[in-house]
């Protein structure tokens, strides 16, 4: 499996971002696609989740902020990003998760950095 980011770069604060990401290979129907982040000296975490069935999952900080969407057909998740603040500063990293065979399996895009300048 494979995950190809884009969309990252620099905006001011109150500004907007997309990210995409396009997921390759053994892709099974269900699963779970997220994105997470990363700042500098913190863990990552979660932001936003979503199922091949369409139920999501938002950080407490993100909600209302950021949309996930995702296409089925294309194996493809986005993240609208408004509304934008210095804290969101990180870099942001896809991951679908699936469970063919009753074992759970993680997929980690390379990451593509968000700078919110204040």
């Known amino acids: 499996v494979q995950l190809v980011e884009s969309g990252g770069g620099l905006v001011p604060t109150g500004g907007s971002l997309r990210l995409s990401c396009a997921a390759s290979g053994s892709i099974f129907s269900i699963n779970i696609m997220g994105w997470y982040r990363q700042a500098p000296g913190k863990q990552r975490e979660l932001v936003a989740a979503i199922t091949s069935g369409g139920t999501t999952n938002y950080a407490d900080s993100v909600e209302g902020r950021f949309t996930i969407s995702r296409d089925n057909a294309k194996n493809t998740v986005w993240l609208q990003m408004n509304s934008l603040k210095p804290e969101d500063t990180a870099v942001y990293y896809c991951?679908?998760?699936?469970?063919?065979?009753?074992?759970?399996?993680?997929?980690w895009g390379q990451g593509t950095q968000v700078t919110v300048s204040s």
């Open positions: 991951n679908v998760a699936q469970t063919p065979d009753g074992l759970r399996y993680s997929y």
